[in-house]
Each structure stands twice: as C-alpha cells, then as structure tokens.
T-cell receptor
Framework: AQTVTQSQPEMSVQEAETVTLSCTYD???????LFWYKQPPSRQMILVIRQEAYKQQNATENRFSVNFQKAAKSFSLKISDSQLGDAAMYFCAYRSAFFHTGNQFYFGTGTSLTVIP | DTGVSQDPRHKITKRGQNVTFRCDPISEHNRLYWYRQTLGQGPEFLTYFQNEAQLEKSRLLSDRFSAERPKGSFSTLEIQRTEQGDSAMYLC???????????FGSGTRLTVV
C-alpha cells in the first residue's frame, strides 16, 4: 500500500518569508499524482497544487511551488512571501493514476503552519 | 452550485445511537467519496461512488457503517450503534469524471458521548 509521510508536525514562518514543507511517499507504481491540500481552521480542505509524476517540471501556482524528486520519492511545498492567510494545516496526498487503484487518496498526517506577523 | 455541502456540521450522540450524515456534491461531479479524519491525522478513505454505484469500500467501513447514493446525486453515510471510537470528522468530496483532484465539503464532526 502507498504511504505518505510528513515528518514536520509543526512549522512556523515569519510573514513575507519563505517556508518549505516536506513530504515523502512510498509506492511501487510509476504513474501517479501528488497533491498539497490546505485545511484552514474553518475545516474545508482546499487544493493548493498538483503534480503529475510523468512531468519533470515542478508545478507552480503563484506563491506556491513544489520540488518533486521522483527518484527520491520526495515532494516538498515551498510557500514564498508567506501571508497570514497561509496559516493552516497542510496535507500531502498521493493518488494512483491507474483506474483500478486511483479512486482514493492517501494522505500524510499533516503539517501545522503558523505565520508570525 | 457553490461546492460540496455537508449536513449537519456537528453531531453529538450517545453511544449506541444511530446517526446519518448527508453530502450534496457539486452537481456535475459523478464521483463521490467519504473520508474519516481523526484528531492529528490525515483523512482516511472510507468509500467511493461513481454515480449511484458504490465501487470501493475500505476495511475501515465496518458492518455498522453504510453509505448510499440514490440516483447518483446526494449521498448519506449512516453509522449504527455508534461507539466512542467513531468520534471523528467525516469528510465528503466529489470530483468529475477524469478529474484529478477532489473538492471537499466542510465535514461533519461527530462526537459520541
């Protein structure tokens, strides 16, 4: 079974600074998707960024970017110019690209990000 | 349609009682998922529907749990004879056919006392 590990339970960053959240995963599959989701205190999980494993180029969405290292099975999230609204729990998630196994996400345990004014 | 709706937001029940949660997905999404999230953990997969067909169930979904999605629209998750270990956030998500990611609802927090 696929596993997703987030080794940083808590992180903090000064407003306007950059922070990197770590994620590693374990899989024997060659094709898959990786995601970062944000869960603010209001609880609704919001998609931050997505990476297809077959793409070598790292995904970027405005201030959010990833460092995808397929061989190392690493998928870190970089948040630049951190804002107070970035404070939330961040979950890394894996989904298979294969039809028969791609119907569920495997989530890490999350990293709680605090943004210090 | 503003997103995935879940009702109720909070539910407190006594051990042994039955509870039912409802999820209304985004109308054009044919796939619907239920997850359970306990404190300090990431969401864990419970079950998946494509239209009205329940195609996948986790081992976490014991005999006391049942989910339905009549007519392929809203879904209900029922827990019978609740136990304290059932206390968790129950999340619903939906996605369109061929979509990569989910849209989540705000969840139903269940507390069993």
């Amino acid at each position: 079974a696929q596993t997703v590990t987030q080794s940083q339970p808590e992180m903090s960053v000064q407003e306007a600074e950059t922070v990197t959240l770590s994620c590693t995963y374990d899989t024997s599959e060659s094709d898959y998707y990786l995601f970062w989701y944000k869960q603010p205190p209001s609880r609704q999980m919001i998609l931050v960024i997505r990476q297809e494993a077959y793409k070598q180029q790292n995904a970027t969405e405005n201030r959010f970017s990833v460092n995808f290292q397929k061989a190392a099975k690493s998928f870190s999230l970089k948040i630049s110019d951190s804002q107070l609204g970035d404070a939330a729990m961040y979950f890394c998630a894996y989904r298979s690209a294969f039809f028969h196994t791609g119907n569920q996400f495997y989530f890490g345990t999350g990293t709680s990000l605090t943004v210090i004014p | 349609d503003t997103g995935v709706s879940q009702d109720p937001r909070h539910k407190i029940t006594k051990r042994g009682q039955n509870v039912t949660f409802r999820c209304d997905p985004i109308s054009e999404h044919n796939r619907l998922y239920w997850y359970r999230q306990t404190l300090g953990q990431g969401p864990e997969f419970l079950t998946y529907f494509q239209n009205e067909a329940q195609l996948e169930k986790s081992r976490l979904l014991s005999d006391r749990f049942s989910a339905e999605r009549p007519k392929g629209s809203f879904s209900t998750l029922e827990i019978q004879r609740t136990e304290q270990g059932d206390s968790a956030m129950y999340l619903c998500a939906s996605s369109p056919k061929g979509g990569y990611g989910y849209t989540f609802g705000s969840g139903t927090r269940l507390t069993v006392v």
